[in-house]
Each structure stands twice: as structure tokens, then as C-alpha cells.
């Protein structure tokens, strides 16, 4: 396997545990995981098919904006989630972004070569050079965020009571 498909790989299998996770909240899109609030899987879906969009499109691409820029008020780097559910767009609307930033990823990797990982990340703020500083840096945390935010999502079932499943 070289190192694409291994990116590919960790994509794809992210994206299906935490989709697991996250469909299994739909009937309770605003739970949070504590008492002191943190995020919750409406959120956390807007927020991971947002970053996912914008790594690409803004950090290894170089655009000014990304493909899901309709989601940034209520989803970027640095929002907040909120409890009131009348300032976001539907669950299923949110799925279909996600599909929509995770199909962009699966597609740019068809396009890139090994050598490609090492570029630089034209996009890429000059303190977050060692975090995100190539593109394989960038698909790196992709993969890794969307984990992340599978323990969030782990902690609200379990503040629901409902039993472990494995994604």
C-alpha cells in the first residue's frame, strides 16, 4: 500500500465509524456530552464537513474560500456550538455537505502523486506550519480531526445511556 492509499484508507474508514456514531444521534442531534455542555453531533457533522472543505480548498489549494463556505458562521475553527437548533441547516442537509467535502477529498487524492504530499500548503498560516505545513500534513489531520470528534461523539451516546457500537 503506499502512502495515498493509506491516506485513502484513513479517510474512508474515519468517515464511516463517526457517520455510524453521528446517525445513531439523529434523534437527539443536540445532546451534549457533559453537564457543562461541549459539542454536540449536529454541530460536530457541520464542523467536520466544513474543515474538511476548507484544509483542502484553502489550506493545500490556496483559494480564498472553500466549497462549503455557507457553513463557516455557525461551524469554522473557533465557533461555538449552540443549543438552539433554529440556527442551523437540517441533519440531513449537513449529511450531504459531509458527502459532499469527504467526495471532494477522495477525489483530489485520485489526482496527486506521492511527491505531492511533501508540497508546501499554499494556504497554510505561518504559525501552523508544523501542524499543516504540506499537503500530506493536511490530509493527515483530516483524517485525524474526524477521530477526534468520534470520541465526542462516543461520550454524548454515553451520556445518553446507550450502549458502545463499534463503527
Not at 52 to 66: A, P, R, V
Not at 79 to 102: R, W
Request: glycine share 6%; proline share 4%; charged share 20%.
Amino acid at each position: 500500500m503506499n502512502t495515498i492509499d493509506y491516506i485513502k484508507t484513513s479517510l474512508i474508514t474515519a468517515r464511516k465509524m463517526t457517520l455510524e456514531l453521528i446517525n445513531d444521534l439523529k434523534d437527539e442531534p443536540l445532546a451534549q456530552p457533559t453537564i457543562n455542555g461541549g459539542n454536540h453531533a449536529l454541530w460536530i457533522l457541520g464542523h467536520i464537513a466544513h474543515t474538511d472543505s476548507s484544509l483542502l480548498n484553502q489550506m493545500i489549494q490556496g483559494q480564498e474560500t472553500c466549497t462549503l463556505e455557507h457553513l463557516k458562521e455557525h461551524f469554522a475553527y473557533s465557533t461555538q456550538p449552540s443549543t438552539d437548533a433554529s440556527i442551523y441547516p437540517s441533519f440531513d442537509s449537513l449529511l450531504k455537505d459531509y458527502d459532499t467535502a469527504h467526495a471532494e477529498v477522495i477525489a483530489y487524492l485520485d489526482t496527486i502523486t506521492e511527491d505531492d504530499l511533501d508540497k508546501p500548503s499554499v494556504g497554510c498560516p505561518e504559525d501552523w506550519k508544523d501542524f499543516i505545513g504540506t499537503v500530506g500534513k493536511c490530509l493527515n489531520v483530516i483524517s485525524l480531526h474526524t477521530t477526534m470528534h468520534y470520541g465526542q461523539l462516543a461520550d454524548i451516546r454515553k451520556s445518553l445511556g446507550r450502549a458502545p457500537i463499534m463503527g
